[in-house]
Structures are given as C-alpha cells and as structure tokens.
C-alpha cells in the first residue's frame, strides 16, 4: 500500500466519474453503493497504509511516494508525488472516517432530493480533492488537491443552483479563495526564485540553511498564510463561509466544518520549520487567529439560522486552531482540528437531523421543545455542545485548553501571547454562551413552530443516527487522545513531535505545569458562567431574552445581527469601486482608444478609401480580389 | 512524402477541388471540407511523430528555391516553438467545421473554401523558415478573415471587418518594410541574399536601427496579440464574426503574433528586446488586469469571452518578456491553451445563440435545468479557463508567472490578480446564464447540445485533461528551441549560436534534414 498511496484518492475518484457518468440514469440504490464505496475504499486503505507507516517508521520519517514528474520546465517543476508522515495520517483518519460518516449520513439526508446522483458525485470528487491536499508531498501538488476542494465547495454550495443565493454563495466562496490563492501562489514563486524547490521536505531543509533571508521567510509566511485565511475562513477572508451555508447541511459538516476548511491550519502546521523561523509571521497568525475566534463567536451569539451559529461558531474555532499553531503549538493546533472535526461535524449533521425533522425550517425562534421529540438527535447534539463548550474531560476541553495554555507560555512573543490567551478565553467564554443559547432555544422551552411541523416532528432514519452516535462518543472521548501532560501521555504531541524539528537557535514551547492547571480551571469557569447565563436566560423563557436586549441596546443588536455589516463594507468599499472602475474602463478608455485610432485612420484616408471597394458584399468579388491579389504579389516578387 | 508541405497545401487542394462542387449540395460540401480537414489533422499528426526530441533547430525541413536571385526560398520547418501551434491550427479547423455544420446557412461553398485557405495559410505561418514567404502567408490569413466576418458576421460586420482589417494592416506593413530593410543588411554583410529565418538571425545592425526595427515588427505582432492599447479591434471582431470565425481568430491567429515575438523579434532585436522588455512587461500586464476588467462588466457573452482573451494573451506576452525558460515554454503552452479553452468557450456561445439569438447575459439564467449537458460543458471550459490545476491553464499560467516572477516579481505579482479577476468574470457569466431560477419562458425550451457539437467539444476536453494532468507530453519537445531561443538572445556572441543552426540546407543540418526524409 506505502508504494500505492495513489490509490487512496482514486478509489472516491472512480466514485465521481462512475456516478458522474452514470448516476444520472442508474437507480438511487447504485448510486449510494458507488459513493459509499469510493469513500470506505478510502478510508479502509488510508488505514491499511498508516498500519504499515506505522510498521516500518519508528521515527516520524516522511515516506514518500513519487508517481511521475507532473511537469519541469528550466527550473520549474515538481512531481506528483504523495507522501505519508504522522501528520498527514492524523489528517487522513479524520478526513477519510468522518467523510465516510458523512457519506453514510447523506443517503438518508439527501435521500429525496432531485440531484441525488450529482450530489454524491461531487461528493466523491470533494474526497479526492480533500485527499490529495493531504497527501501531496510539495506545495504545488497539494495545491492542486486545495483548488479541487474549492471546486467542490464551489459546485456543492451551489448545489441548489436555481436558488439565486445558492449560486451567489458559491461563486463568492470560489472568488474569496481565489483571493487567498493568490497568496499561495505567491509564496510558491517566492519558494521556486529563492529555495530552488515547493516540495515539502527541501524547502524546510533549506529555510533552515544558512544565508537565507529572514525577510523572504516571512514574505513566504504571510503569502502561505493569506492562502490559509482563504480556505480557513480567517479575517479578513471568513466572508463566504456563513454564506456557505447555502449548501445541503451535510456538505456544511464535511466540507465547511470537519475536513476543507481546517486545510489553513494544516498548511501552517505542515510548515511549521519556516514560521518557527519568522516569529514576526508566527504572531501575525496567532493574532488574526484570535481576532477572528473573538469577533466571530460575537457574531454567533446574536445568529438564529441554526446553520449560521454554527457557520460562526466554524471560523471562531478555526480562530482558536489558528491561535494554536500561531504561538508555536503546531500539534495542538492540530489537536483542536481533530476534536472540532468531531464535535461540529456531529452538531452539523445534528443540525441537518433537527431541520430534516422540522420539514426545512432552520430559524431557531420557531424551534423549541426538540427534546423529547428527536431524543437522539436532542442527546448527541447535547454532547458536542458540551465538547465545544470545553467542559473536562469532552474532547473540545483538552485541546482548547492546551492551545491556550500554550499561548499564555509562548516563547516567541511572550507579552503578545498573554493578550492572545485573554481574548481567547473570551472566545470561549462566547462559545460556551452561543452554544448553549442554541441548545436551549432548540431543544427546551415549548414549541413556536406552525402546526403542521409539529404534526410532522420525527427522528431521523439510521443512516443519519448512527452517524450521530459515533461522532456523540468521539466528542465525548476523543480528547484523550491529547491528554495534558500533568495527567500523563500526551499522545498526539508525541506523535506528531518528528514533524517540528528542532531549529538551531529557536526555543521550543514549554507549558509550565502551574500554567496547565491555571488555565484549566479558568477554562472550566468560563465554560460555565457562559452555560448557567445561557441556562438562565434561553431555558425557559425562549426567544424573550433575545427580545430584551434588542430594546435595551437596539443598536448593538442590530449590528451584530448583521454582523458588524462587513459584507456590506465590502461592497462598498471594494466590489462598488471595482465595478464603477471597470465600467470607466471598457466606456471611456476603450473609446478614446479608438478615437486615436480613427484618427490616425484618418490621415490614410485614401487607403479607406480604397477599401470602401470591398464592401460589395458579393462573394466572388471577394474571392476575386482575393486571388488578384496573391498573383499580383507574387509577380510584382518575381 | 514531405509531410510539412502535405499538410500545408492539402487545405488549399481541397478548396480548389471544392471550387467545382455545385452550389447547392450544401452536405457534400460541408462533408468534404470536414473530411479534408480531418485528413490534415491526422497527417499532421506524422509531424508530432516524426518531430524528435532534443532537437533544438528546424526538423523534417523542405527546401526549394523559389526566387533565388533576391534569396526567397520555398523552405519550411518545424522547432518546439511552431510544433504545437500547427497542431492547434490543424485540430481546431475540423472543430469549427464540424460544429458549424448546422449553422451557415449563406453561402456554405465559400464557407469552407475560407476556413480551409485560412488553415493552410496559419499553418504556412507556422511552417514557413523563409521570412518572406512567413509574411506572405502571414498576410494571406487577413483576407479570408475578412471574408469571414464580412460577409457571415453580424449586423456591423461591416465595420468590424474593416477595423480588423486596417488595425492589423498598418502594422503588417512596417514590418514588410523592416524585413526588407533586413533583407538588404544581409546582402550588404554577406554578399548573397537571403530571407531564411535563421539566416538573418546574425545580421547585425545598427542599434539605433534595431531599435526601429523592434518596433515596427513589434507593432505588427502586438496589434495581432492584441496587446493594450491595440486591442479594441478585438471585441468588434469576435461580436460580429460567425462562431467558427471567433474560434479560429481567437484560437490561432492570436498567436501568430505571440509566434512572432518568439520566432523574429526576440532573436532579431535581442539588445532592443531586451531594453524594452519593460515596456513590454508593462503593457502586458496592464493588458491581463484591464481585459479582466473590462470582462466582467460586458453585458454581451461574446464580448465577455473576448475581452478574457486580453487578459489570457497578456499572460504569454508576458511570459515570452520575461524571457526564461519556464516562462516562454508556459507561454507556448499557453498559446495552446487558450487555443483549445477559449474556442471551446466560443464554440459554446455559439450553441446557445444558435438556438436562442441573443448573447445577451440578460436574456439568460437558470439554463442548467434546461440543458445539463451542455452547462456541464461549459463549465469544464470556464475552470480550463480559469486555470484551475489539473486542467491545461493552470499549468500555462503557473509557469508564465513562476518564470516571470524571477525576472519581473512585482509585476508578476500583479499579473497574478488575474488569477482572481478570471474567476470573477467567468464565474459571474456562468452564474448569469446557468443558475437561478428560469425568468423567461423561452429559456425552458432551449434543445439540448447536438451530436456534432459534442463531438466537437470532446477532443478539446480530451486535451484540456491531457495538458493538465501530463503538460511534459508537450514541454518536452519545445524545451531545446526554447533554450536555444535565450542562448541567442542572452549571449555576448549572440549570432553564432544560431548561425550553427543557420539555413536548412547549410552543412550542420544534415542530421535533422536526414529526419526529415
């Protein structure tokens, strides 16, 4: 399998271009078979070659897998070529298993949907996107995999096409990672002039070489990071996300929850030797990392689309995993990664059960009384919320708490860092808030929907429950798998430990074991208060709350409603101008272009003149000048 | 059988013999000029199987003296740099006359016989290793052109003909003058006359003469690119030519002009060139964000597609400018590209206004319900378009602005918001006419894609994946010209390099001629 890692994204590949070419004729039962399989033939084979990395690797090597030179041209080029190491086997456990819930989930999700066929089709193709981004072993190639998801993103969030903001969504989501991009494009240039190399492996080792600039390091960085902000919805790139939402809830889960959008934070991970290099580009993410799990974790509290909170909650907590491999703690960044994958995946598709039983309705206003209703939906649902809200020992608690302790103790800007841990334990002081606002108004209280979606009000069938379930109890677990170290193994750290070479000179992050505890129990406090105020004001009253601070601070209200009217900033500020610019452009520029022309044209009249002549519109007469005119020039030669 | 000619001239016999059809048998004439110009592409496939690799200069030359007295030969040639453009003119002529088969309707003789003296007359541009002869076909490609936008355009098609027609006129002749004025520094250095290409490539002259010079040939190529400001014929031109008229003009004769930079300016004027690389950096990257631009606020889909071709040719200018290896191999190969996305996006447009009549984005939306297909085609042309990896434009544009970006980095990184310029406007024109809901009645009727436009659509994909997923295929055999083309221009002792390689028949060719036979 370590020799055939390309076999990993072709086997959803196939799915894509079976379903693609077929499904649209084959029966809904061929379909779910064909995509099912495509993403358990990965996931079983991505296990199969981690078990035997795992076999033949003690130490962290990378392994690498060249399949042929894509392309080189002077000193252009790279190969497609995978690679396995602990890092992308973390990213391909997560990425293949929970796509593969995902998958499962769908079938009952989408089962009565018109685009059946097209939608596990894209589906596929997202998994093999998703799949080369990880396992690509150069930038470049890893690029191509991170184009391919935003293709998919692109298709899926516009997979209601006929729906006018559907097709916006998509579109805007495809443009604002074109922006980042950009970036990435960039800083692959920046990487080809100056190191000679975008494969993983080089450009590390040779960042790390003496007489290379700390200035193009941290061009590299920045550019690299603008990218990630792209794809990991990050200021000032997080605006298409929400809009995101558009798409069908489990497409919300997979793609802008658990597996695409976190690919910033394994960009940043995976290049973790330049930015230990660049504590100047290492705060720059740490600090728009907790800029944005603040401001947007604000924006979630005021939100009553379901799919919104949760769309807000997703680039907070992208914030937090940002916050992470900002202050050098690459692994837990990666940590809050995996647990985040888990819980939002599962409030996600909790989400997705919850409007399937509500007969499409996602305003949480016209929820309430959920609980006893969709029990198992209402249960797992309860047990992310707990994990995202960080209360011990759920998985979210453990790796938010090791990203913050570790911000408090960062080496490389140590004043910065406390300010950072401040806002971030506000953020979660938020989270705690916005998720359990959602809880209650969802699930308690008495019911504020029409009749008729009460008449209709059912669990979901299995293959959207079992789904559930497995994520519930990987929410709830699958923190240990990153236990502090005053408890004992820190297993993922030391898995991913050969991934962060030691640097000359550069301090390696050590959290304190009064630290540790410290935040543990501030964390633990704040996730509390932000429950017991969320209990207080949304369990039995409903919607009031909301109602009474929208008299008393009307403005406040209605600001974070429209999210502190970004988008509309935006418009003015950047799509407006740009417009009005290119219409000055192609109206008023392109004219006087021609009118230069016209009169130059007119001092060789005589030769328009001349032509005038041709405008007979007779065919032969055309043909005949035509050959005249050869034969004349070839004689006048002679 | 010397293949080179073979390709060239069967067009051209095909449109004699075409000559005696009866007017009114409109399928047979269709039929045969189809099948003539499929014959071409599949002989000119030999050329792509004989061509070797690792061979810097021409290959399977033909030489025949034709004026021998002012050194005008008949000679003809292939290199890494005109390799893949010939292909391109040979396979994109039985596209059009494949996916236009239902939509002349006037005058389907002339038609043909246009398209198929055009092909010949690109192909002879390609071919041609004789200056004067190069210029003659260079010169020919106009007048069917013309023709074509004449008499099958639109409603001003009049004028658009006339404007394409002046504009690349007046540049096309400053340079008649400057390749006699080079014609005659030969005879004066040497003694014998000659035009060969490569001939003159050592004619020294003069610096401030090579300054004129770069700049009369460098009109005659930047107006055909276009490059900005020579661009606004452009726009006229394709909103008034008939599909297949777009598709060729934007598809190949475009690059003619590229070619031209690559095949005489830069190894002619290599000390003009590259004092005003700047310029011409400059200019190209205004051209890529302005076209961009200006794109996507065009109301009219074929203008859209052709403004996006200012941008998309500002990108091989660029790259040819730039002037290192992986930047004017990406610029050959963008050529290419944009050949085979560009005409599929024409093509494209062609179907819908074939059905509907109207270009207008306006009179669209929401026709993904009404033809799946067909969206599914276009949208495979767009994310080409777009360069989107693992499709041919991303790897074009990649080494443009990899290569460019070493030797031009803030410009290059301006260049590269054109990356997110074409998503915008290409994006917004898919958005505008496949998505949303259905406003007018007359969209929900629209009869799908036909059999014969598919078939024509499917050997472009077919390439878009080739180039996108395996582009060494085609990197590999232009590589030495390439690398032989900056030898010359780079070098102190420039001149000699070339001079090796010199006239077809001059004794170091021998093993190449031996190829050829």
Known sequence: MLNNLWLIPIAPFVGFLINGFFGKRAGKTFVTAVAWLGSFAAAALGTLAAFEYAGQYHHGERHLNVIYNWFSSGNIGADIAFQLDPLSIVMLMVVTWVGFLIHVYSAGYMAHEEGYWRYFAYLNLFLAAMLILILGSSYLFMFVGWEGVGLCSYLLIGFYYDRDFAAAAGKKAFIVNRIGDFGFLIAMFLMFAYLGSVDFAQVSQRAMGSGIDGGLITAICLFLFLGAAGKSAQIPLYVWLPDAMAGPTPVSALIHAATMVTAGVYMVARTNVLYRLSPTAMAVVATVGALTALFAATIGVRQNDIKKVLAYSTVSQLGFMFIGVGVGAFSAGVFHLVTHAFFKACLFLGAGSVIHAMSGEQDIRKMGGLWKKIPITAWTFLIATIAIAGFPPFAGFFSKDEILASAFSTPYFPGLGKLIYVLGTIAALFTAFYMFRLFYLTFFGKFRGTHEQEHHLHESPATMTIPLIVLAALSAIGGLIGIPHVFGHNWLAEWLHPIIPPLPGVHDLHIPANVEWAVMIVSTLVAAIGLFAAMRLYRDRGVAADEAFERRSPGLARTLENKYYVDEIYGRTVVTPLEVGSRFLWKVVDSVIDGIAAMLGFFVRGFGDLLRFFQTGNVRNYALMFFIGVVVFMWVLR | ?517
């Open chain 2, 1 to 517: 059988m010397p293949i080179l000619s073979t390709v060239l001239w069967l067009p051209i016999v095909a449109a004699l013999v075409l000559g005696f059809f009866p007017r009114q048998a409109a399928g047979a004439i269709k039929g045969f000029g189809f099948a003539a110009s499929l014959i071409t592409f599949l002989l000119s496939l030999g050329i792509v199987s004989g061509f070797k690799e690792g061979v810097a200069g021409y290959q399977l030359v033909e030489l025949a003296p034709w004026i021998p007295q002012w050194g005008i030969s008949y000679s003809l040639g292939v290199d890494g740099i005109s390799l893949w453009l010939v292909m391109l003119t040979t396979l994109l002529t039985p596209v059009v006359l494949l996916s236009s088969w239902n939509a002349i309707h006037k005058y389907p003789k002339e038609y043909v016989i246009s398209f198929l003296v055009m092909e010949a007359a690109m192909i002879g541009v390609f071919l041609a290793t004789d200056l004067v002869l190069f210029y003659i076909f260079f010169e020919l490609t106009l007048i069917p052109m013309y023709l074509v936008i004449g008499v099958w355009g639109g409603k001003n098609r009049i004028y658009a003909a006339i404007k394409f027609f002046i504009f690349t006129v007046t540049g096309s002749l400053l340079m008649l003058l400057g390749i006699i004025y080079i014609g005659f520094q030969y005879m004066h250095a040497t003694g014998r006359p000659s035009f060969a290409i490569a001939d003159l490539y050592g004619v020294g002259v003069t610096p401030y003469a090579q300054t004129l010079l770069f700049f009369a040939f460098s009109l005659a190529f930047a107006i055909k690119v276009p490059l900005f400001p020579l661009h606004t014929w452009l726009p006229d031109a394709h909103v008034e030519a008939p599909t297949g008229g777009s598709i060729i003009l934007a598809g190949v004769t475009l690059k003619m002009g590229t070619y031209g930079f690559l095949r005489l300016v830069l190894p002619y004027f290599p000390d003009a060139s590259i004092e005003y690389a700047p310029l011409f950096i400059a200019l190209s990257v205004i051209g890529i964000v302005y076209g961009a631009l200006v794109a996507w606020v065009q109301p009219d889909m074929k203008k859209l597609v052709a403004y996006s071709s200012v941008s998309h040719l500002g990108f091989c200018v660029l790259g040819i400018f730039a002037m290192n290896q992986a930047s004017i191999e990406g610029s050959i190969l963008q050529m290419v590209n944009h050949g085979l996305s560009t005409g599929a996006l024409f093509l494209l447009v062609g179907v819908l206004y074939e059905r509907r009549h109207t270009r207008m984005l306006a009179d669209y939306g929401g026709i993904a319900h009404t033809m799946p297909l067909y969206t599914t085609f276009f949208v495979i042309a767009m994310l080409s378009s777009v360069g989107l990896p693992g499709l041919n434009g991303f790897v074009g544009e990649f080494l443009i602005l990899s290569g460019s970006f070493q030797t031009a980095p803030i410009a290059t990184t301006i260049a590269s918001t054109g990356v997110i310029l074409a998503a915008i406007y290409l994006l917004w024109l898919v958005q505008r006419v496949f998505f949303g809901p259905i406003t007018l009645e007359e969209n929900r009727k629209i009869p799908e894609i036909a059999w014969n436009e598919v078939a024509a659509l499917v050997p472009l994909i077919i390439l878009m994946v080739w180039i996108g997923v395996h582009p060494n295929t085609f990197l590999r055999k232009m590589s030495p010209s390439v690398k032989q083309l900056l030898a010359v221009v780079k070098s102190e002792d420039r001149g000699k390099v070339m001079f090796a390689n010199a006239r077809p028949g001059a004794n170091s060719t021998h093993a190449e001629k031996g190829g050829a036979r």
